[in-house]
C-alpha cells in the first residue's frame, strides 16, 4: 500500500541498535533497558546481571531451537529482542549453516570461507526477521577488542571474518561504552577510537546513569527520543513540501501567462523573488526555458533580460 509522508508521521519506528563494550562494563544491562524485551542470552551471562534487573529469558542449545522460541506467538507480550552476545550467535549459527550446506564448513567443523558469508546472510536474515516480521526493537550486544594501529588504540567488534560488516549494515544506532572520568558514557559518533552509529538526532556522548537499585530505562527513554525526533523530521517535511507546492503552484501560473518577451521578464522576476524550496526555483526556471525556447524568445546576456528572436545570444540559465 502506497503511502504518504504525513501518514506516517505517529508510526513508531522499531529501533535496531547494537552495543559494544569491554567485558564487565554493563552491556547485558544497558541492553535490557530496552522497552519489554526478551533476553537471548546465548553468552550465558544470566547470572552476571543483579537479579532486580533481569529479564524473560531464552537460552537456547541449538540454533534451531531459537528460531522455534522467536515465533510470534511466542511474542506477545515483548517489544524488544535483546541478543546477548552476537558474536556468540554467529558460533551459534555455525552448525546450523553447514548442516544446509556443507560447503559452508571445514572438516574440523568450522567455518570456510563460503560459511562465514553464509553465517553473515542469516544474521542479517535474523535481524530482519525480528524487525519486520516480528516488528519488534532489536538489540544486539557485542564484546569489544583493542586492536593496535600504529600509536593508536582502537575499539572493534569482538566478532570472527567478514560478518562484521553485515551486522553492522542494518543497524539504526552502534553504541561503543566505555568509561570516561569514572563514569559510563556510549559514544554515537564516529571517532578515531571506535567506529560507532546515530540517527534520527542520536549523536556525540551520552551518560548511562548509575542505577543504584532505581529503574533501568536507558534505552527505553532512547528509543522514545529517536521516534519524537523522526515525528518532528517528518512535520518539518511535510511543511517544507506544503510550501514547495505553493511555490510551484504560483510559479507554473506565471510561466503558463509568457506570450512574449515583456510577459516573459515578469514571470523571471517573480521567480526571483520567491524563496526557494527544496528545487522549485530550478524546475520553474527549466519550465520557463522550455516556454521561452518554444516562442521563440531568447535571452539578452548583455541587457540581463529576454527579448523576442535574437538568435545570436544565450539562453538564461
Known amino acids: 500500500m502506497i503511502k504518504q509522508p504525513s501518514e506516517m508521521v505517529n508510526v513508531e519506528k522499531k529501533i535496531r541498535i547494537l ?8 552491556k547485558s544491562t544497558l541492553a535490557l533497558s530496552a522497552p519489554n524485551p526478551l533476553w537471548v542470552d546465548v553468552d550465558r ?7 532486580q ?7 537456547p542449545q541449538t540454533y534451531e531451537e531459537l528460531l522455534e522460541d522467536l515465533k510470534p506467538g511466542n ?14 550467535m554467529i558460533k551459534f549459527m555455525t552448525p546450523y549453516v553447514i548442516k544446509k550446506n556443507s560447503k559452508n564448513g571445514q572438516f574440523d567443523g568450522s567455518l570456510s570461507l563460503k560459511g562465514y558469508g553464509a553465517v553473515g546472510r542469516e544474521f542479517e536474515r535474523l535481524t530482519n526477521y525480528c524487525s519486520y516480521e516480528l516488528n519488534k526493537n532489536l538489540v544486539v550486544v557485542f564484546h569489544a577488542k583493542e586492536e593496535k594501529d600504529g600509536d593508536v588504540t582502537r575499539l572493534r567488534l569482538l566478532v570472527e571474518g567478514q560478518t562484521k560488516d553485515n551486522v553492522w549494515q542494518p543497524m539504526d544506532l552502534g553504541g561503543f561504552i566505555e568509561m570516561q572520568n569514572g563514569k559510563r558514557v556510549i559514544g554515537f559518533t564516529n571517532c578515531d577510537k571506535y567506529y560507532a552509529k546515530g540517527t534520527h538526532g542520536i549523536k556525540g556522548i551520552y551518560n548511562i546513569p548509575e542505577l543504584n537499585g532505581g529503574k533501568n530505562t536507558f534505552l527505553t527513554d532512547l528509543f522514545a527520543e529517536v521516534n519524537e525526533n523522526i515525528k518532528k523530521e517528518t512535520e518539518i517535511a511535510e511543511k ?8 510551484m503552484n504560483q510559479g507554473t501560473d506565471f510561466v503558463n501567462t509568457v506570450e512574449n518577451a515583456e510577459t516573459a521578464n515578469k514571470a523571471l522576476k517573480f521567480l526571483n523573488s520567491q524563496e526557494n524550496i527544496l528545487t522549485s526555483k530550478k524546475e520553474l526556471k527549466s519550465m520557463l526555458y522550455e516556454k521561452t525556447k518554444s516562442l521563440n524568445i531568447k535571452w539578452d546576456s548583455k ?8 538568435s545570436s545570444d544565450t539562453v538564461a540559465s
Open 19 to 26: 552495543i559494544a563494550g569491554f567485558p564487565g562494563i554493563g
Open 45 to 51: 551471562g544470566f547470572d552476571r546481571v543483579e537479579a
Open 53 to 59: 534487573y533481569r529479564k524473560p529469558v531464552t537460552q
Open 75 to 88: 511474542l506477545k507480550d515483548f517489544e524488544t529482542i535483546v541478543i546477548d552476545t552476537g558474536g556468540q
Open 240 to 247: 517544507q513540501k506544503s510550501l514547495y507546492d505553493g511555490i
Open 303 to 310: 541587457k540581463g533580460a529576454f527579448i523576442d528572436a535574437v
